[in-house]
């Protein structure tokens, strides 16, 4: 079992940056390899992916995905020491205002998935609003 816990969500004026924070917990040490990703959701529309980040022990690095409408504002990171990914989002836009939700899926050997369905593990998710 994999616990996920979400925060940094906030009200942001357009331009500007916010850096989400994902806590992993439980059993996470039994893994050699995980995706994790980044979601989103906005009122009347269907959860879509923004970013992904898989890896495994034996890799020297990780594999990275993301969405094309944040491809060079938004950033996916991980810290291993602190079982903790990272969505630092820069630049964000209006359309960017949505629950963000923290994903992950253990035994991932290859890119993350990009789809909801993909992940058995999900935060509670935290809101951004970017104001125009």
């Known amino acids: 079992q994999v616990q996920l816990v979400e925060s940094g969500g906030g009200l942001v004026q357009a331009g500007g940056s916010l850096r989400l924070s994902c806590v992993a917990s439980g059993r996470t040490f039994q893994y050699t390899s995980m995706a994790m990703g980044w979601f989103r959701q906005a009122p009347g529309k269907e959860r879509e992916f923004v970013a992904g980040?898989?890896?495994?022990?034996?890799?020297?690095?990780?594999?990275?995905d993301y969405a094309d409408s944040v491809k060079g504002r938004f950033t996916i990171s991980r810290d291993s020491s602190k079982n903790t990914q990272y969505l630092q989002m820069n630049s964000l836009k209006p359309d960017d205002t949505a629950v963000y939700y923290c994903a992950a899926e253990p035994g991932v050997v290859r890119r993350p998935p990009q789809t909801a369905a993909g992940y058995n593990y999900w935060g509670q998710g935290t809101q951004v609003t970017v104001s125009s």
């Open positions: 980040y898989s890896w495994r022990y034996s890799w020297s690095g990780g594999m990275t």
